[in-house]
């Protein structure tokens, strides 16, 4: 996870930035994002994949499945929405 500041429309905003890809896009204004990390076990030493699948808004409806995105970690949103598409 990579912490970033963004200036839009003036306004300084910081949080983490995740990259995924769009899983679903039957909500209106809402994407369903899988990310994928790497973890290594503590024991054994060998890394394995995490898949992680996180809500974010999506104001224009344009990102259809397949496409690779980043979102920025908001303010709560809805119950399960705390994530913003920035491209």
Do not use: Q
Request: hydrophobic letters at 30%.
């Amino acid at each position: 996870m990579k912490t970033k500041i963004i200036k839009e429309e003036g306004v300084n905003k910081s949080g983490n930035i995740l990259n995924g890809i769009v899983v679903s896009d039957k909500m209106n204004k809402t994407v369903v994002v899988s990310v994928s990390r790497f973890v290594k076990h503590l024991k054994y030493g060998k890394f394995y994949k995490i898949n992680k699948k996180y809500k974010a808004h999506d104001e224009e409806n344009k990102y259809k499945i397949g496409d690779k995105i980043e979102i920025i970690e908001t303010k709560p949103m809805s119950k399960d929405k705390r994530f913003r598409v920035i491209y």
